[in-house]
């Protein structure tokens, strides 16, 4: 049913708790994750989403600059470096916690771009048959503000979205 799930992630609370979600669809469905983190590049954007990654680079917190944030791609000399451990990261994720020998098949990419466009245009030149994402749940004017991605891919996808909410305790 599901063949090729795609994960766009952004490092957030609401991403990481997708991850769980599209690790059991995956085992399920023996399906191949498409792991996608966006870099927002649109004039006077947020960057990755306020999202931070910890010093080790091993871990995502939304919790802690300690690590930088990630934000402001074009005044960092290693972002793509950043981008690619993001993304590996959840990758491994992904994969290693599976109850399978051989782990998830995991497929990662950066992109750079408006978010729900990039994430829009990589499933329909993939072939993606779930998309499954991490949603902030703001409201009010935050969310009128800075949009939402989630709502914009669950509105414009032809596959079906999963949205997955970080608890308000994270």
């Not at 994960?7 to 792991?35: I, K, M, N, Q, W």
């Not at 793509?80 to 451990?85: F, G, H, Q, T």
């Not at 048959?129 to 989630?150: H, P």
């Not at 996808?157 to 999963?162: E, G, H, K, S, W």
Request: hydrophobic residues 35%; negative net charge; charged residues 25%.
């Amino acid at each position: 049913m599901y063949d090729t799930i795609l994960y766009p992630t952004d490092g957030s609370a609401g991403s990481e708790a997708a991850a769980t979600h599209v690790r059991e669809l995956a085992a399920a469905f023996d399906a191949t994750v498409h792991v996608l983190h966006v870099v927002d590049t649109r004039e006077g954007g947020l960057g990755v989403s306020g999202a931070f990654v910890d010093e080790e680079q091993t871990g995502m917190s939304g919790e802690s600059a300690e690590g930088g944030y990630l934000g402001g791609h074009e005044e960092r000399p290693d972002a793509d470096d950043i981008d690619d451990r993001l993304t590996e990261h959840v990758a491994e994720l992904i994969g290693a916690s599976t109850e399978s020998s051989d782990g998830i098949d995991v497929v990662t990419a950066v992109v750079r771009g408006t978010p729900h466009s990039e994430i829009l245009e990589y499933a329909d030149e993939h072939g993606v048959d779930l998309v499954v994402m991490g949603t902030q749940g703001r409201t009010g004017v935050e969310r009128y503000l800075l949009g939402s991605v989630a709502e914009k891919v669950v509105r414009m996808a032809d596959a079906p979205v999963v949205t997955v909410r970080a608890d308000e305790e994270e």
